[in-house]
């Protein structure tokens, strides 16, 4: 896996990405198609579901590899975020910007700690580095 660090400092991993199939889904049939036509079928990996590598969200926090929240209980017990203000978000009325950033978003309703750790890498993943 290689490892790209941009000049304003966000890693891009340049490895594993996945799929989503579904046995009765016609798109998921021809797409492992596509991957036998092309030579892939023997760099595929499948798991199911219930497996931990499917079923859980993983990054790089401080030179650890660290599970990301994948409930609302595991987003209050993540070491990473000040619970105080998260559980403060969940329940405190805001008036939000009719345009404003997702980081910005959560940065205010959750607070600086829930928008570096929890959306940032989110939406790094989704989107790339400039949002």
Do not use: W
Request: charged share 25%; aromatic share 10%.
């Amino acid at each position: 896996m290689k490892t790209i660090r941009t000049p304003t400092g966000a890693l891009f991993e340049c490895g594993p990405h996945t799929v989503r199939f579904q046995k009765s889904d016609l798109a998921s049939k021809y797409s492992v198609s596509l991957m036998t036509e092309l030579g892939l079928e023997h760099d595929v990996l499948f798991r199911h579901k219930d497996h931990p590598s499917a079923k859980y969200r993983y990054g790089m926090i401080d030179g650890k590899i660290t599970k990301f929240p994948y409930s609302l209980a595991s987003a209050i017990q993540f070491s990473k975020i000040n619970k105080v203000a998260f559980l403060k978000g969940l329940v405190t009325h805001m008036e939000i910007d009719d345009d404003i950033s997702m980081y910005d978003l959560i940065q205010k309703r959750f607070g600086d700690d829930a928008a570096k750790y929890l959306i940032d890498p989110m939406c790094r993943g989704i989107f790339g580095e400039i949002l």
